[in-house]
């Protein structure tokens, strides 16, 4: 069964010895299914859709990256009641959702194939450093499964399904942790779950524009059915069940937002109507736990429940902002930032973090540091990865992010924050559609 989940459980880490390289602290997605049995997001969709009124909606562009930065914490401490705080994966899609609905003004055909070209290349980025790096390490076809397994590599190329990877990699004693390509491997079932939306959508609109509450709440019964083990499906046919009915509902519920048929229903309605939607999720999840607990990633139907009830509030009552307000101003750099590079962030961020702990483990061969604030450092060493993942990040964003723009047909960008331009003439202030960088065109 497959959503974006992680291992199954968070175990107590050993105590290290001083000098002593770290283990990876914290658990990542894997794109299989654990036996016997959701990201994990935020991620991101890298798509364009011109915003209404000719700018960004700069309160998407907020829950956007406030997604991003709770997968990025979610995935380093695994804290399980982030998933009910704020359900990042079932946002990522509601929002992508509705910005397809927007651009399936235009052709279908074409809106398909400028979706697919802001897709793959930045993923083929990824794939051309981390695909050769597990052949060296030690990758080996399968004999067993033959011109099959060749068949599922290329899903590093059009992630169709879920693309092979080793388990264990390397030596104990190696650079990188030996989970390291599993762990890398993890957001990839956000790319294979986009893409299937995407070449579904046409479709899913057409029946929404027909029958809109049914086509939204057919997700939901089909989670209830394949989701819980009722009935199950095996394979990558099932994977890509699974993850249509848990974020399904979510994806079109964007649709609603994008047609403005969500501002049509009373809000008393509506809100009343996700609050019970989410106390049911809370319900199932409470007699459905797993061995991490309130983990709603493990759970599909408490996930696919709670997370479109907190969907349809967030866009029930979301302002139309074309800068953001008060005291968010100051965010506007980051944010911007963020979302112009979104799905380099979420590809890159679980190799950034193994990339943190070498560095980090540098401190033991500083004299005075390791032999006397040793036991700090080991306290500390999921602090220091969160700090230390943010300008790894912006390393990668100025190494690789550029692609995102290449693959938009764009000018390419280092750091694109929206930042007015030091020039002689005037330029447009922070947070207005100008300096965004031509938001109507740019990749969300």
């Not at 049911?280 to 983990?295: D, K, M, Q, V």
């Not at 979420?346 to 540091?369: C, E, G, K, R, S």
């Amino acid at each position: 069964m497959t959503h974006p989940s992680y291992p199954s459980a968070y175990p107590q880490q050993p105590q290290q010895r001083p000098g002593e390289p770290h283990a990876v602290p914290f658990p990542v997605r894997s794109p299989y299914p654990p036996a016997g049995q959701g990201p994990y997001p935020p991620a991101t969709e890298p798509v364009d859709a011109p915003a209404k009124a000719g700018g960004r909606d700069r309160y998407l562009d907020l829950l956007r990256a406030v997604a991003l930065v709770r997968v990025v914490v979610f995935h380093l401490f695994g804290w399980a009641w982030l998933t009910i705080l704020f359900p990042s994966m079932g946002v990522m899609f509601a929002l992508a959702g509705s910005l397809m609905a927007r651009s399936l003004a235009r052709p279908a055909w074409s809106v398909l194939r400028g979706r697919l070209r802001r897709l793959l290349p930045p993923m083929w980025a990824f794939a051309a450093l981390v695909v050769p790096m597990m052949f060296v390490m030690g990758l080996k076809p399968v004999r067993d499964e033959g011109i099959w397994w060749f068949l599922k590599l290329g899903c590093y190329i059009l992630p169709v399904g879920s693309p092979p990877f080793p388990w264990e990699s390397g030596s104990e004693s190696g650079f990188l942790e030996q989970s390291w390509a599993e762990q890398a491997a993890g957001p990839l079932w956000y790319i294979r779950a986009y893409l299937w939306f995407v070449l579904a959508s046409p479709l899913l609109l057409k029946a929404f524009r027909r029958l809109p509450w049914a086509t939204m709440l057919a997700p939901i019964g089909l989670t209830a059915v394949i989701g819980t083990g009722l009935v199950t499906v095996d394979g990558a046919t099932g994977e890509a069940l699974v993850d249509f009915g848990t974020f399904g509902a979510c994806w079109i519920l964007g649709f609603a937002h994008n047609d403005g048929l969500l501002k049509k229903v009373p809000r008393y309605i509506s809100v009343s109507s996700a609050a019970i939607i989410m106390a049911f999720g809370l319900w199932w999840a409470s007699g459905h736990l797993t061995e991490e607990g309130w983990n709603l990633d493990e759970i599909p139907l408490a996930q696919a429940t709670w997370s479109l009830g907190f969907c349809a509030i967030l866009l029930q009552y979301a302002p139309s902002w074309k800068q953001l307000p008060g005291r968010l101003a100051d965010w506007d750099s980051p944010i911007t930032l963020a979302n112009n590079r979104a799905v380099t962030i979420y590809l890159w961020h679980n190799l950034l973090f193994m990339a943190t702990m070498p560095i980090i483990d540098q401190l033991w061969n500083i004299p005075w540091v390791g032999d006397h604030l040793g036991t700090y450092i080991d306290a500390s060493y999921n602090v220091l990865m969160l700090i230390l993942i943010w300008p790894l990040t912006g390393v990668m964003i100025v190494a690789v992010g550029w692609v995102e723009d290449v693959a938009a047909k764009r000018r390419p960008r280092l750091w694109p924050n929206g930042e007015p331009k030091r020039t002689g003439k005037r330029t447009a202030g922070r947070g207005t559609p100008e300096a965004a960088g031509s938001p109507g065109r740019r990749g969300r």
